[in-house]
T-cell receptor
Framework: GENVEQHPSTLSVQEGDSAVIKCTYS??????FPWYKQELGKGPQLIIDIRSNVGEKKDQRIAVTLNKTAKHFSLHITETQPEDSAVYFCAASIGIKAAGNKLTFGGGTRVLVKP | GAGVSQSPRYKVAKRGQDVALRCDPISGHVSLFWYQQALGQGPEFLTYFQNEAQLDKSGLPSDRFFAERPEGSVSTLKIQRTQQEDSAVYLC?????????????FGPGTRLTVL
């Protein structure tokens, strides 16, 4: 089955700096790659996603890149703010209609933005 | 509108007890997923429903785990004869795949502690 590796496990940045989180996946059939933010005591919340027919996607301070050949994708957060502090998860899925798009998650990155 | 809700939010069980965890998905969402999230790790897929049909239960760790969604809306995850290794946060997610959208909306989770 699919395996997703995520690095680093913890990331501490100064407010205003950029943060980059990297993930690799194993199954070349994966075609959907969401990123989730999870705050303490809450469920994961989607912040951005990318599909395999797109190489890059941006939404304000957040961007995601995908390299299908190398089977890796990255999350970039620019101009970090204290409210960006949370645990971030990457995930991958194969969108098979009959089976649903179950997500395989990475191990998570705890991001701390220091004021 | 209302998001995914789960109850109870916290559950403490003695080893050997049975527990039932409830998920109320977003109204009209066809797809419903259960995930298990151990402390400090990413969520792991347990099972998937499309309406009332359980199409994938490959992630259920043992036959002590059982899930149902009899009317295609509310779902219940039942764990029989709980063990300490069952301690985790159980997350429910729903999505509207008929709209062609892969996004999964997560509930806040139920934190299960088995003593």
């Amino acid at each position: 089955g699919e395996n997703v590796e995520q690095h680093p496990s913890t990331l501490s940045v100064q407010e205003g700096d950029s943060a980059v989180i990297k993930c690799t996946y194993s199954d070349s059939a994966s075609n959907y790659f969401p990123w989730y933010k999870q705050e303490l005591g809450k469920g994961p919340q989607l912040i951005i996603d990318i599909r395999s027919n797109v190489g890059e996607k941006k939404d304000q301070r957040i961007a995601v890149t995908l390299n299908k050949t190398a089977k890796h994708f990255s999350l970039h957060i620019t101009e970090t703010q204290p409210e960006d502090s949370a645990v971030y998860f990457c995930a991958a899925s194969i969108g098979i209609k009959a089976a649903g798009n179950k997500l395989t998650f990475g191990g998570g990155t705890r991001v701390l933005v220091k004021p | 509108g209302a998001g995914v809700s789960q109850s109870p939010r916290y559950k403490v069980a003695k080893r050997g007890q049975d527990v039932a965890l409830r998920c109320d998905p977003i109204s009209g969402h066809v797809s419903l997923f259960w995930y298990q999230q151990a402390l400090g790790q990413g969520p792991e897929f347990l099972t998937y429903f499309q309406n009332e049909a359980q199409l994938d239960k490959s992630g259920l760790p043992s036959d002590r785990f059982f899930a149902e969604r009899p009317e295609g809306s509310v779902s219940t995850l039942k764990i029989q004869r709980t063990q300490q290794e069952d301690s985790a946060v159980y997350l429910c997610a729903s999505s509207d795949r008929l709209a062609g959208n892969n996004e999964q909306f997560f509930g806040p989770g139920t934190r299960l502690t088995v003593l």
